[in-house]
């Protein structure tokens, strides 16, 4: 396994334990996304779709929020979830 090197001015997070330099890195990505707030509804929806597909709580709570705003939900997990099934799903790809 290969080593990331860490830059000299860099020092370590005391809560995490990853350098800073990372995690800033982290946010500068994460802040580029929109954040979707998590709403009763969207729980209710989650719930909904979790009883009906026996979807794990994170898969529901992802494709609720999908559904309510409209969204894709990119993911590679073909056999959880079925693009021909739900118009909201996307998998870009597949492996051979």
């Avoid at 954040?35 to 009906?52: F, N, S």
């Amino acid at each position: 396994m290969g080593h990331v090197p860490i830059p000299e001015n860099c020092y370590m997070s005391p809560i995490s334990h990853v350098p800073a330099f990372f995690l800033r890195r982290a946010r500068e990505l994460c802040d580029k996304f929109e954040c979707v707030p998590l709403t009763k509804d969207d729980a209710t929806i989650a719930a909904e779709l979790r009883r009906k597909y026996r979807w794990k709580l994170p898969d529901a709570l992802q494709a609720a929020l999908a559904k309510r705003h409209g969204l894709k939900l990119v993911t590679r997990d073909a056999r959880g979830f079925d693009e021909k099934k739900h118009a909201f799903v996307l998998i870009p790809y597949r492996l051979a």
